[in-house]
């Protein structure tokens, strides 16, 4: 049956597409036309396929689906655009239109409902599988299975990504994290603590330190048990009902606690949150609980930097540098606190990035799904961390940081740089660990 034209224009945010001039400043901040050259892998390209399907221009709209699964989302198109195309806005909309039309083979819809109704949003499940990457790495399995090849032999070049992920917390660690921390001395602010799904089960490390920096920085901490995970994920598969669903689960668990701030320290997640004004803004139940939600949410660079800093040890002639998760740059606009958290370590030297502003190619789950392309990106990236001959690649993503990872291995650099998340970083010079 044929759609009609108000109806696509409607689903596909066409009205959006109007205020874009075709004036092309933003192809030369856009990583994926640098990397593959390409019109319709650009922002104005991309904007010009919806625009074309609102005016009846293309009917079949499997045309759309390479030029936009390839996007990164990374949203640095934004930031160039002189008449403010709302971009992300674009790119939402379309991908959820491809999505509802799209039939996807019996093995990959169950995979696709699992994944985004029982595991994601699931603390047990996440949990479970943080244990299972325990284990994996405790029991000599890892060992074994890194010995006999197989790890190449698996799709989704499962083996690159092994190598890089994580110790996982024990069982026993995981326990530990309370559910109310006080402040160490008088307290500056009281926040509730944002856990989210993949930072919970792989990193959990880093969530501990986010709180006890927090504590250390004048923060009373809480973390409210009932939060799930952000829809980040599911944003970006186009899955937007079941990213409300988990907007709305989460806005009602944090509206049970007075809190200044709503606090994350995943640049990815921390922009979902930040979106769920514009997420609900349709539903009158939601939207100004939303609002409300959004305007409490912060990265942990923001809610440090407002309690004045921290106690941080010397480090004498440490080379260190920065690259920024697109999210918390181009969404959550957050810039200045991270450099000027790094630069209050005594005795580093910081080096800026070139091109810093350019994805590193993680994007969610980019890397995995579009391997090839996403490793093109951060050879290029490579590039330019590896002028900066830093000692510490510093960033404030799970995403970015095991794909900083991925880049500083297959450049064969692990021997004088690493790469580590703000949070780390600050708590090795404030002596926690
Ligand atoms: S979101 Fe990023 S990859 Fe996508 S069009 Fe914009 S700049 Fe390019
Ligand atoms: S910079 Fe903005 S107005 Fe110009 S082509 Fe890109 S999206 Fe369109």
């Excluded at 941080?312 to 810039?335: A, D």
């Excluded at 993680?362 to 890397?367: D, L, V």
């Amino acid at each position: 049956m044929k759609e009609s034209l108000e109806t696509l224009r409607a689903e596909f945010a066409y009205e959006k597409t109007n205020s874009c001039v075709q004036c092309g400043y933003c192809l030369p901040v856009c990583p994926t036309y640098a990397s593959m050259g390409k019109e319709t892998h650009s922002p104005r390209g991309r904007i010009n396929l919806v625009k074309m399907v609102g005016e009846g221009r293309i009917t079949d709209l499997s045309v759309l689906e390479e030029p936009l699964d390839l996007c990164l989302g990374c949203r640095n198109c934004e930031t160039a655009c002189p008449t403010g195309v709302e971009y992300g806005v674009i790119l939402e909309a379309a991908r959820a239109a491809l999505v509802r039309r799209k039939t996807f083979s019996a093995p990959v819809r169950m995979l696709r409902n699992t994944m985004f109704t029982k595991v994601f949003p699931s603390k047990k499940m996440m949990r479970l599988a943080g244990n299972a990457l325990w284990l994996y790495e405790r029991t000599g399995l890892q060992t074994a299975i890194r010995k006999s090849g197989l790890l190449n032999k698996l799709p989704y070049h499962v083996g690159a990504f092994e190598a890089i992920t994580p110790g996982a917390a024990s069982p026993a660690e995981r326990k530990q994290m309370p559910q109310r921390i006080q402040a160490k001395g008088q307290a500056k602010y009281t926040v509730a603590f944002f856990t989210g799904c993949i930072m919970d089960a792989m990193f959990q490390r880093i969530n501990r330190l986010s709180v006890q920096l927090l504590t250390e920085a004048g923060c009373s901490v809480v973390v409210v048990p009932e939060q799930t995970c952000c829809g980040a994920l599911h944003a970006h598969a186009g899955e937007m009902d079941e990213a409300r669903k988990l907007a709305e689960r989460n806005i009602a668990a944090f509206e049970k606690e007075s809190v200044d701030f709503i606090v994350n320290n995943a640049g990815g997640c921390g922009a979902a949150l930040y979106e769920y004004a514009h997420l609900l803004a349709d539903e009158p139940e939601w939207s100004e609980r939303a609002q409300a939600f959004t305007e409490k949410s912060r990265d942990i660079s923001q809610v440090l930097t407002a309690c004045g800093g921290l106690h941080l040890q010397p480090r004498p002639g440490e080379r260190v540098t920065y690259q920024p998760s697109c999210h918390l740059t181009n969404v959550q606009k957050v810039t200045r606190e991270p450099i000027e958290l790094i630069r209050s370590v005594p005795g580093i030297e910081f080096i800026g990035m070139e091109q810093a502003h350019m994805c590193c190619g993680s994007a969610g789950i980019y890397n995995l799904v579009h391997y090839e392309q996403s490793m093109d990106i951060l050879d290029e990236k490579m590039k330019h961390t590896k002028a900066t001959k830093a000692d510490v690649v510093i960033t404030t993503n799970p995403g970015c940081l095991l794909q900083m990872k991925m880049g500083i291995e297959r450049e064969g650099q692990a021997v004088s740089m690493r790469a580590v998340h703000l949070v780390e970083y600050l708590a090795e010079a404030a002596g926690i660990s």
